[in-house]
């Protein structure tokens, strides 16, 4: 089955600096990778998608880069700002949707 | 407005004793699917479902059972509970045509405590 592998598993940055957190799969099927943002107390919320026919995918901070080959995908967040602070979940979707750990992103004001 | 709903939200119970999480989404999703959230492992998904009467494993499914009778609703039930089922547990759907994925809604999670 799939496999998501995500680092770093917690990251401080500094207010306005940027944020890349990394995923690999192991399904080379997989089609579909979505980012989600977990805040305390609540379930985890879309921030960004993107499909396998894709390389790139930018909202905004948020961008989200997809190397099919080396089967590995990455969330970019620029001028980071203390709202920023969650946990960012990867996902792999082939089947069932398959999550990475999770990253604890702290951006300190 | 468009939710999942999953209840109840907070849960304390014995071991052995049956229980029953509900979980519900007003969205006509093909797809639902139960995972639960421990401190260092992230999401793991326990069972999932294309559509009505059709489920699935995930990676962590012993000690779990699904139904699922109608569109709307995927209920997760625990025949008999132990303590290592003591977690954060999500509900989510999403929309699954031409076997293309839409992104998760999730319910709000139920915090289930067995003693």
């Known amino acids: 089955g799939e496999n998501v592998e995500q680092h770093p598993s917690t990251l401080s940055v500094q207010e306005g600096d940027s944020a890349v957190i990394k995923c690999t799969y192991s399904d080379s099927a997989s089609n579909y990778f979505p980012w989600y943002k977990q805040e305390l107390g609540k379930g985890p919320q879309l921030i960004i998608d993107i499909r396998s026919n894709v390389g790139e995918k930018k909202d905004q901070r948020i961008a989200v880069t997809l190397n099919k080959t080396a089967k590995h995908f990455s969330l970019h967040i620029t001028e980071t700002q203390p709202e920023d602070s969650a946990v960012y979940f990867c996902a792999a979707t082939r089947g069932g949707v398959i999550f990475g750990p999770g990253t604890s992103l702290s951006v300190i004001p | 407005e468009a939710q999942v709903t999953q209840n109840p939200r907070y849960l304390i119970t014995v071991t052995g004793k049956k229980l029953t999480v509900t979980c519900s989404q007003n969205?006509?999703?093909?797809?639902m699917s139960w995972y639960r959230q421990d401190p260092g492992l992230g999401l793991r998904q326990i069972y999932y479902s294309m559509n009505v009467e059709v489920t699935d494993k995930g990676d962590v499914p012993e000690g779990y059972k699904v139904s699922r009778k109608e569109k709307r609703n995927f209920p997760l039930i625990l025949e008999s509970p132990s303590p290592n089922q003591t977690s954060l547990y999500f509900c989510?759907?999403?929309?699954?045509?031409?076997?293309?994925?839409?992104?998760?809604?999730f319910g709000n999670g139920t915090r289930l405590t067995v003693t």
């Open positions: 969205m006509n999703h093909e797809y």
């Open positions: 989510a759907s999403t929309s699954f045509v031409a076997r293309r994925y839409s992104p998760l809604h």
